[in-house]
């Protein structure tokens, strides 16, 4: 209930015509620039981005400005439809920093209390595409740990962060407030480490003296922070409800085609109880993905809430679908060259970023027990 004892407003689950056509734009382009052998070939490259798949899609369709105001260059859209685009990456497991980049980057850098001068610029460069930023904290950093991470000085090292080998900017959080500092300057060195999930490169970062642009003080980068953090977890339920519908399909039309004792493997009543349950499991993750990028959109006060039950619920499905994919296509889904196996990896990686499943649970008991009368 509201202040007038109101009932909320319900959240909209369904996608909009215009959502829809970004979702056509989005697929067009991954089916022609990132399906599974190109994606394989690029993880077994040195160069396992694509740039013009990003230049592609951050400028080309405009993906990369969608939370970023039009005054400031970018679409003016919103999470709904930010969402839509990581469900297709999740779908395609396209290495491109849209994630890190285009949400939790943005987002903390929309959080500031001012949009003016350097942040204004930097938004300006994110939304069409010129620059990737990430955020300086381990991948698997919730955001409940946005307070602790503001510490130090801006000479560090930290591990484990996601697509800093594409970055051109880092935002790092400090005691004195968060820095923006360029990549290609002295003192900064990014060395690329060894992933689960080869298609979403980690690295440790090391500053040594480097130069950087404060871009506000403690208090506010400790709000701003938090929010890039809150919407990064948001969204990532969306990919992981991508990539299990993705496996999903394959897993139905594999065992649909795939044939023994002369009848499709699929019509076996074991293997229709268990695609029947995966189903029903993609089908709610979609109801939590879609209610937790609706209520970033709206700003609803539900938001922290809404997205701790999408991550409890998105990671464990994701896997799930990933482990069926895998052992539901036989000897084949155990192979590098069929896809399966990056999509289990994703699911992995994904199930501990921005935090565990069991910490989101956490936050679920906390915020029902805080909210009880």
Not at 108 to 136: E, H, I, W
Request: glycine share 8%; charged share 20%; aromatic share 4%.
């Amino acid at each position: 209930m509201n202040a007038q004892n109101e009932p909320a407003q319900a959240p909209d689950l369904l996608y909009s015509e215009t959502e829809e056509d970004l979702r056509s734009a989005v697929r067009s382009l991954l089916d022609d620039r990132a399906d599974a052998p190109t994606v394989i070939a690029g993880i077994e490259s040195d160069t396992p981005y694509d740039l013009r798949l990003w230049e592609s899609l951050a400028a080309g369709i405009g993906a990369a400005g969608l939370l970023v105001p039009e005054k400031l260059g970018g679409q003016g859209a919103t999470h709904r439809e930010a969402a839509v685009v990581l469900e297709e990456l999740g779908r395609s497991v396209a290495p491109a920093p849209y994630l890190t980049s285009a949400v939790v980057a943005t987002e903390t850098l929309l959080a500031l209390d001012s949009q003016d001068g350097p942040v204004g610029a930097l938004l300006g460069d994110l939304a069409a595409g010129r620059k990737v930023a990430v955020l300086a904290l381990p991948f698997a950093t919730p955001a409940a740990g946005a307070a602790a991470a503001m510490t130090g000085t801006l000479d560090r090292t930290v591990t484990g962060v996601a697509e800093a080998v594409a970055a051109d900017v880092l935002l790092v959080p400090t005691a004195d407030g968060l820095y923006a500092v360029e990549t290609g300057t002295g003192g900064v060195a990014v060395e690329p480490l060894v992933p689960l999930d080869l298609t979403r490169p980690l690295a440790a970062v090391t500053l040594t003296g480097a130069a950087g642009t404060l871009l506000a003080a403690p208090g506010p980068a400790t709000r701003a922070v938090t929010k890039g953090l809150l919407s990064g977890a948001g969204l990532l339920a969306s990919e992981q409800l991508g990539l299990a519908e993705w496996c999903l399909t394959e897993t139905v039309r594999h065992t649909r085609e795939r044939h023994q004792f002369n009848r499709p493997v699929g019509s076996f009543q074991s293997l229709k109880h268990r695609m029947a349950q995966l189903w029903l499991e993609v089908v709610s993750a979609r109801a939590a993905a879609r209610n937790a990028a609706d209520a970033l959109a709206t700003g609803s006060p539900d938001a922290p809430l809404a997205v701790a039950v999408a991550q409890a619920y998105c990671s464990r499905v994701a896997v799930h679908a990933a482990e069926e994919c895998v052992q539901l296509h036989g000897g084949i889904g155990m192979t590098w060259e069929h896809p399966a196996h990056l999509y289990l990896k994703r699911a992995k990686a994904d199930s501990i970023a921005y935090g565990t499943a069991g910490r989101h649970r956490e936050a679920v008991a906390e915020l029902v027990e805080l909210a009880a009368p």
